[in-house]
């Protein structure tokens, strides 16, 4: 997951998109990022036949603007 840090935190960058995620949204924040506050990673759901394997890697900054981590 990448986050904007003008509008979330950096350490929500590779959260898992779960309850305890959307709990610390705390409202204040749209719970789809339909502002950009952040861009998931999503790995498995109804229109998967199999989920996509991939385990969390670095945490970077990029271009000065997104926190994000690195899928492997």
């Not at 590779?14 to 749209?30: K, M, S």
């Not at 000065?64 to 492997?72: A, K």
């Given at each position: 997951?990448?986050?904007?840090?003008?509008?979330?935190?950096?350490?929500?960058?590779?959260?898992?998109?779960?309850?305890?995620?959307?709990?610390?949204?705390?409202?204040?924040?749209?719970?789809?990022?339909?502002?950009?506050?952040?861009?998931?990673?999503?790995?498995?759901?109804?229109?998967?036949?199999?989920?996509?394997?991939?385990?969390?890697?670095?945490?970077?900054?990029?271009e000065?603007?997104?926190?994000?981590?690195?899928?492997?």
């Open positions: 997951m990448c986050v904007d840090p003008k509008a979330l935190e950096s350490e929500f960058a590779g959260r898992e998109y779960d309850r305890d995620f959307l709990e610390d949204l705390r409202g204040a924040r749209t719970p789809c990022g339909e502002n950009g506050e952040f861009h998931p990673f999503i790995y498995d759901g109804p229109i998967f036949s199999t989920p996509v394997v991939a385990r969390r890697g670095e945490k970077v900054h990029r000065n603007r997104f926190y994000c981590c690195d899928l492997i």
